[in-house]
């Protein structure tokens, strides 16, 4: 949901509306801090609910006492996610990384002293997290309100509760663009969870999106680099520059991609060993090497078009985009490939890759292609007044009350 801000401050950015940055985050604060509520019966619980998907009782006791204590976690996120979208959008990245390095130093010293030291097991290791994230939250903020942006933070503000409804609607058209292509990988295992001899099977797939998580995030730094820098573009009017901007980040991204790609498919008997030493888990991950490189090489593509989409405030159409490419035609796809045709884990990821991955993909590309991109310039001024203007409209009116 803070990818919003991707939109909002990385175009007034560069419309030279610095004081909205500041009610723009202010305003995520209270979206996510109150969606945060929305979400804590998941964490508190999590023991019945994993017991209800037919988890193993130990783990799901196990996992129902960790997600407690990582409740205070779960509330950190409204506020530091925010946080770094307002600071990259004024390209102060060099900030977040050395903040995110104190972050894992306290994280590595925290986890030895609870796990180790004090021997708190998994819930230390919870307990650290949660110390450890917050020190992001503190540090982050602490930059922005102590000088380190001057235009762009200004104080707390009243006018952080004005317009609240529309920017719960951007948030979640945000937060549901991207949750629903995060959750079909998720499913994706759930699904192999539930095919005959599906340890190995669960085994591969996981390596597999591991390796994958792992290649994944370099094209997501194109993800968040091309969403700021084709909304700061636009903000300004250039719809020629946001334009060059965005066929920078695919081609230099699907480059690096194609080159992971070619690796998968020449160490493809030999990847697992990072892993396993397992001869059927290594045969497993041996098979499934292809549809790894071909995920990669989509996968390079398809943030960076997602990128573009945030940056140019096509959240919504994209989300209905992901839903109808994901769930109604790459699901049932990968089911019918798994269990009908009796392929298996390869079956459902294939379907699930090819009827989903893919076709988003061509359609994200076509879009992109096809965008009058002086008239997204046009666009995103007008975006830029409505909102600062219905912002002071009615500021006036309560302070005539």
Not at 82 to 90: A, E, G, K, Y
Not at 150 to 155: D, E, I, K, S, V
Not at 330 to 350: E, N, S, T, Y
Request: charged share 10%; hydrophobic share 55%; proline share 2%.
């Amino acid at each position: 949901m803070a990818s919003a801000l991707e939109t909002l401050c990385g175009q007034a950015f560069r419309a030279k509306r610095y004081n909205m940055l500041g009610i723009y985050m202010q305003r995520s604060w209270i979206v996510l801090f109150m969606s945060c509520f929305l979400l804590l019966p998941f964490y508190v619980f999590a023991e019945p609910i994993l017991k209800l998907l037919e988890q193993p009782d130990d783990v799901a006791e196990q996992s129902g006492v960790v997600a407690l204590w990582m409740i205070p976690l779960h509330f950190s996120f409204a506020f530091q996610f925010p946080l770094q979208r307002f600071l990259q959008c004024q390209l102060k990245n060099h900030v977040i990384a050395w903040v995110s390095l104190i972050g894992l130093v306290v994280n590595v010293v925290t986890s030895w002293v609870f796990v180790y030291v004090w021997d708190f097991g998994v819930m230390g290791a919870a307990i650290a997290l949660d110390i450890s994230w917050w020190v992001l939250v503190f540090g982050l903020f602490g930059f922005a309100a102590l000088g380190g942006c001057p235009l762009t933070w200004t104080g707390f503000s009243t006018q952080a509760f004005v317009g609240l409804w529309d920017f719960v609607k951007l948030s979640a058209a945000s937060g549901l663009m991207l949750c629903l292509e995060n959750w079909y990988y998720r499913i994706l295992i759930l699904m192999t969870g539930h095919l005959k001899n599906a340890t190995v099977a669960v085994d591969a797939l996981s390596i597999c999106m591991t390796i994958n998580g792992w290649e994944m995030m370099i094209p997501l730094a194109f993800f968040a680099g091309t969403g700021v820098r084709v909304a700061n573009e636009l903000g300004a009017g250039n719809g020629r520059a946001a334009r060059f901007a965005t066929i920078v980040s695919v081609v230099q991204s699907t480059l690096i991609g194609l080159t992971f790609c070619v690796l998968i498919i020449i160490f493809h008997n030999k990847i697992a060993y990072i892993f396993s030493s397992t001869t059927d888990v290594l045969q497993a991950v041996d098979r499934l090497s292809f549809l790894l490189a071909v995920t990669i090489l989509l996968n390079s593509v398809q943030p960076v078009l997602s990128g573009v989409a945030v940056g140019s405030g096509w959240q919504v159409m994209v989300a209905y985009v992901n839903l109808g490419c994901y769930y109604i035609i790459g699901l049932p796809l990968g089911f019918l490939m798994g269990w009908f045709f009796h392929l298996g884990v390869a079956g459902i990821w294939g379907g699930m890759i090819f009827g989903g991955t893919a076709i988003q993909t061509v359609i994200l590309a076509i879009i992109t292609i096809r965008c009058e991109w002086e008239k997204e310039a046009e666009k995103a001024n007008l975006r830029i007044k409505r909102w600062s203007t219905s912002t002071y409209q009615d500021k006036d009116l309560m302070d005539e009350h």
